[in-house]
């Protein structure tokens, strides 16, 4: 009856090993992969320079129509901060919820309605010198 | 369960190795990504300070970001 009963715990043993092997099969292989994936997704050169230019033309077009430096790069934060893709992954992880990033402190009516003043202030004053 | 705790003494080194390799390359890489977009403004005509500052505001994903998007 012992010996019996030694074969059966010997065998589910077995089989937690076995199950146990799967699993760290699985880590050392998938954890690495799934790394290299995001790395090749998010960061890879083609997107940095793309990304470059965009920042670099919105940034550019506000300092154009005379927006203050200092200003312009706090509209060029929160452009980039709408999209960076490492900075919205980060956002929706660390807020745990899409829909609260969405709603978050990215005021595209604010951005906006600066750039239509700045803009407008500036047709004005170009308008002003040439009627002079 | 002795047989167990012998494969997780075995596994575990080389899965951390691993992961740690995978991790390090994955900052050398995001390191990488802010060089060329810092260059990219640069050479797209944004004053280097500038370009510098902005470059710094790139949000680089930390580990433990990594692991909970493995979840």
Redesign the interface.
């Known amino acids: 009856m012992s010996e019996k009963n030694e074969k059966k715990k010997s065998s589910a043993e077995d089989e937690d090993v076995r199950e146990f092997k799967e699993v760290m099969n699985t880590l050392k292989e998938t954890v690495p992969e799934i790394i290299k994936g995001i790395v090749d997704a998010i960061y890879s050169g083609t997107n940095a320079e793309e990304f470059g230019k965009q920042v670099a033309n919105f940034y550019k077009s506000m300092v154009d129509v005379g927006m203050d430096k200092e200003e312009a790069y706090e509209l060029t934060k929160k452009f980039m901060e709408s999209r960076d893709i490492s900075g919205i992954i980060k956002k929706i992880l660390s807020e745990g919820n899409l829909e609260n990033w969405k709603s978050g402190d990215v005021d595209s009516e604010k951005i906006s309605s600066t750039i239509k003043n700045k803009v407008n202030d500036e047709l004005k004053r170009e308008t002003g010198e040439t009627n002079e | 369960?002795s047989?167990?705790i012998i494969?997780?003494l075995a596994?575990t080194p080389?899965?951390l190795i691993?992961?740690t390799?995978?991790?390090l390359?994955?900052k050398r890489?995001?390191k990488?990504?802010?060089k060329?977009?810092?260059?990219?403004?640069i050479?797209?005509?944004?004053e280097r300070k500038?370009a510098k500052?902005?470059a710094s505001?790139?949000?680089?994903?930390n580990l433990r970001?990594?692991i909970?998007?493995?979840h």
């Open positions: 369960m047989k167990g494969y997780i596994d080389a899965i691993t992961i390799f995978s991790y390359k994955y890489k995001a990488k990504y802010m060329i977009f810092r260059k990219t403004l050479r797209e005509g944004v500038m500052k902005l505001e790139i949000k680089i994903v970001e990594l909970n998007m493995m």
